[in-house]
């Protein structure tokens, strides 16, 4: 092990960690760098300094600390009974390389996670460690989001979140009989307990901030979760209720859904396949019904297919539009906010533009061309001072009609 | 009064022309405009130069700036206008100031007409206003240092130099964002529309650069590539989403971005050895008969293996000296779990009785183990295995082979063939001859009984037989290799 280079270990560790959904450095607290001694800021808005090819943005240096681990889960390339390349970093090390790419302005800053050595806690404690040395030896005011293990003590991880922009705690999957099966050492009454701490935390630091303006911050960008999406039988249903269930109890930031991929020695239980891409896709569609849509996550579930799945072909939105047709058409030029945000086609934004210009005059079908992307998709929906969708409305062949002509290109078609 | 004085300084039918000092000064332009529109200056009698620009248009046009009434009204311009008209002369398009002119003239009599999403006028400035921010976010996010070391006093002095190309004049206007981030380094950001230096106190602006200027290069460049390079996930490539978002036209002052023609390409490589690799448990041949049987009931090497079935294992002696191989397992077999005890199964015990060949005596598998299936209502119709799916599968037959050492193998339609020698063949040319296999064994090739069941009258008897004639030159030979 002694042998490794800074670059091997790179390697295996960045490796390691691109099942990690995550990437955001955004919605943390303003800070820079004027008046200190370091480098780094963060101003609201995360910034993406590269791309890769799966079309992923890269703002963060996502590596893990060790991929050695002493649990066994089936869909994680790390587990224990795996065969693959193992390395680890030192706290320092990982301070170096995060300062050097720093400094070139290649990352906003980094995600530090880590597979489980010795114990918990131990592992826990190297993970914060990290973060100490950043924000406290180097005046570090960039950005951290560090990956919190349940089963470490709880003091643990509140000092992750004084250090940490956010923190996050994996639900790993869906449904409880999910993780029992493919993660036996994980418990999902634990992550929920911590997520249940790290939650109470939040609201306690966020109290305190308003009363004592030096009150320390924790984790002001909040903390997320994954799941993994096609691992186990869980329907689209169920993992949108989960979701909810998780937005409302946790106030988490965001809930990430990662397809599962094809993972280098993969366990005999799980399926290798192509990643669900598709459905990942809709699944995030349907996140953002419920959080900039007004969409109950009992609604979201309508538009769910006999399967309890959403349709592939069609987003949501417009899965729930063609099965409550009464709802519509939709007058712009009269109709609600909330009325507007349910018409396939109009985005936040369209909704925004609609709202301010029919202040100044009576849309016609033109103005709304001019205020969307594709009033093609929209048009069923709508009524304009000389627009009436009379008939389309109630087409039975609607959903073919609006449903992408093309279907996707399978990329190694066998 | 007021017009009389107004009259004063406008010369009536004048045509203004305002020479920008530089493209992106907007304390320069709005005084001037504010100072227009006081005078009453229509907008199609103001001509708005860049530096290095002609004026051609007004060649004649009056170059001084009109002095407003000190009583004029002042000028109106809401919140919004101004911070769109800030980010939009920022943009490259030589209209923008006129464009803001016009603006600017029509909110006097619409205040609030930027709030009218559909006119045209707003809906460009809003749109000029998009493009300098995304700009400024690619510079923010593309932008990569370089490290350069000099020694200074007998200390190693760090200075970080970066090149970048905007596409808008916005430079100046991003100085602020590295000084907050970098405020304690030493920088200089070169472009060709100017340059940007900060020594940790005082932010100096320079001229325009070129690319030579910059240093070539950074050993922390390689760390970073080998980190882009693992950190893509090559299962999901998708390389329109990462187009829209990092443009080719970046690509060249970005070191990581040479390596993206070669993931790309090596993408389904990597991803068939994750999914190839997956079966590593599986990668030593197993060395008995029921090593294999077990191996296969979690064989997912196939999208056959995926769908709700068994894997029905062969059966027979271990020591036969025939093997006979069929397509699959079809409903019935996987249900029970046994090879051919379907129809096509009880067609083939008649024919091997009709031969005088004992099945017990044979040892009786399949080229895939699992069975391929369509459901339809309550029924799972059979489908032929995919010649890929009939190769991943043949791991198993061979492992078969290689512990049952068989002196003759009867392959039973095209897949078993395809099991046995990896490739297709034509039946109607193969049967009836030995083809010998690479442990010297035999393998005879003749249709699959199934063929026949589904053949009516003539041809039916016909095929069954062409059946029996291979099973009696099979059984004839079997006995020359006892003999």
Known sequence: ?414 | MKTARNLANVKLGTYYVVQMPTPDDFDFWRERARALVQCEVPPDRVAWVEPGGSGDLFAHGERRSPVPDPDAKPVRANRRFVSLARNAILHSDPERFALLYRLLWRLQANPRMMEDKADPDVRRVEELDKNVRRDSHKMHAFVRFRLVESEKDGETQEHYVAWFEPDHHIVRANAGFFMRRFSNMQWSILTPRGSLHWDGEIMREGPPAERSDAPQGDPMEDLWRSYYASIFNPARLKIGAMLKEMPKKYWKNMPEAALIPELVAGAQGREAKMVEKGALEFEERPETLAAIDKAIHGCRKCPIGQLDNHAVMGEGPQDAALMIVGEQPGDQEDQVGRPFVGPAGQLLDRHLEKAGIERKAAYVTNAVKHFKYVQRGKRRLHQSPGAKEIDTCRWWIESERAIVQPKLVLAMGASAARGMLGKTVSISKVRGAPIELDDGSELWVTAHPSYLLRLDGAAREEQARLFDADLAAVKERLEELAG
């Open chain 1, 1 to 414: 092990m002694a042998s490794q280079t800074i670059l091997q270990k790179l390697e295996i560790l960045a490796d390691a960690a691109k099942y990690d959904a995550s990437c955001a450095s955004s919605g943390t607290a303003k800070k820079n760098s004027l008046g200190g001694k370091g480098i780094g800021s963060t101003e609201g808005m995360g910034i993406c300094h590269a791309y890769a090819p799966d079309g992923r943005c890269i703002s963060l240096l996502k590596i893990l600390l060790t991929n050695h681990c002493v649990f066994d889960c089936h869909y994680c390339v790390n587990r224990k009974s795996s065969n693959v390349a193992r390395a680890r970093f030192t706290p320092q090390e990982v301070v170096d390389l995060t300062l050097a790419f720093y400094r070139r302005n290649y990352i906003e800053g980094l995600f530090l996670s880590s597979g489980i050595v010795k114990s918990s806690n131990h592992t826990m404690e190297q993970i914060v460690e990290v973060a100490r040395i950043l924000r406290e030896e180097h005046d570090f005011r960039g950005y951290i989001h560090l990956k919190t293990i349940p089963e470490a003590d709880a003091e643990i991880v509140h000092q992750a979140g004084l250090y940490a922009d956010r923190v996050s705690i994996n639900v790993e999957l869906p449904t409880d009989s999910g993780l029992t099966r493919l993660a036996p050492d994980k418990n999902a009454g634990q992550i929920e307990g911590a997520m249940g701490k790290v939650k109470a935390d939040l609201v306690e630091a966020k109290d305190a901030r308003k009363r004592f303006r030096h009150a320390p911050r924790f984790a002001p960008a909040g903390q997320s979760t994954q799941m993994i999406v096609g691992a186990d039988a869980a329907t689209d249903a169920d993992i949108v209720g989960k979701a909810s269930r998780l937005y409302d109890n946790f106030r988490l930031r965001r809930v990430y859904y990662s397809a599962f991929s094809p993972i280098p020695d993969a366990s005999a239980v799980l399926p290798l396949k192509r990643p669900p891409l598709i459905r990942e896709h809709r699944l995030y569609q349907s996140d953002w019904l419920m959080r900039f849509y007004g969409y109950k996550p009992t609604e979201v579930m309508q538009a769910t297919e006999a399967d309890g799945n959403l349709p592939l072909d069609i987003d949501p939105k417009l899965a729930w539009a063609l099965k409550f047709r009464d709802a519509f058409p939709v007058d712009v030029n009269r109709a609600s906010k909330e009325q507007l945000l349910r018409v396939p086609g109009l985005g936040v934004k369209a909704v925004h533009k609609i709202l301010a210009s029919r202040r100044h005059r009576n849309l016609r079908l033109d103005d709304v061309a001019l205020l969307t992307q594709s009033i093609t998709k929209v048009r069923p929906f709508i009524c304009t001072v000389d627009w009436q969708p009379v008939t389309l409305t109630d087409r039975a062949d609607l959903r073919r009609l609006l449903a992408p002509r093309t279907e996707q290109l399978e990329l190694f078609a066998a």
